[in-house]
């Protein structure tokens, strides 16, 4: 499981819908549609024909894309919301998606760069009751200087578009 940062998507940016099919060699498109009844439609006959396989194949909506993102696993974003401050007043959960505005994300990788840790965690291996392994590979020192220069970035991205930056 990951988190995924990036521009607060607006309904203007919304380009219709396609049906994908994976497992073959190109990740097969077998088209695009304006609407979701046209998508659907297609789906249902492309079903019937044995064109559309529906465990390797879905409908998807498309937008445009108007910067990059990034994207971290859930064991780093839970450390990284805690240092960005996004926890909930009244329970004190972390806040695993939303929206800010990025002068106010801009302001929290100040705090976090200012005050946060970012010392490194050695990997380990530890097995279960009923022996299964688990690995945890760690993480390098230095990792949150990288994710927060890299949210910098993409927050110059929201800018431009005139964006708030959201994750989930």
Do not use: K, Q
Request: some cysteine.
């Amino acid at each position: 499981m990951s988190t995924t940062f990036h521009p607060t998507i607006s309904e203007a940016d919304f380009r219709g819908f396609e049906i994908v099919c994976y497992g073959d060699e190109d990740g097969h498109t077998p088209g695009t549609y304006a609407n979701y009844e046209e998508a659907s439609a297609a789906y249902a006959a492309g079903r019937e024909s044995g064109v559309v396989d529906t465990i390797c194949c879905s409908l998807n909506p498309i937008y445009l894309t108007l910067a990059d993102f990034v994207n971290i696993s859930n064991s780093n974003a839970s450390d990284l919301l805690d240092m960005l401050g996004f926890r909930d007043a009244e329970t004190g959960e972390l806040e695993w998606a939303g929206s800010v505005p990025s002068p106010d994300m801009r302001a929290r990788i100040l705090v976090a760069r200012a005050l946060g840790s970012d010392v490194g965690i050695p990997a380990a291996t530890t097995t279960g009751a009923r022996g299964a392994t688990m690995h945890d590979f760690g993480r390098r020192v230095g990792y949150f200087a990288d994710v927060l220069t890299r949210l910098d970035v993409l927050l110059d991205a929201c800018d431009r578009h005139d964006r708030d930056i959201s994750w989930s």
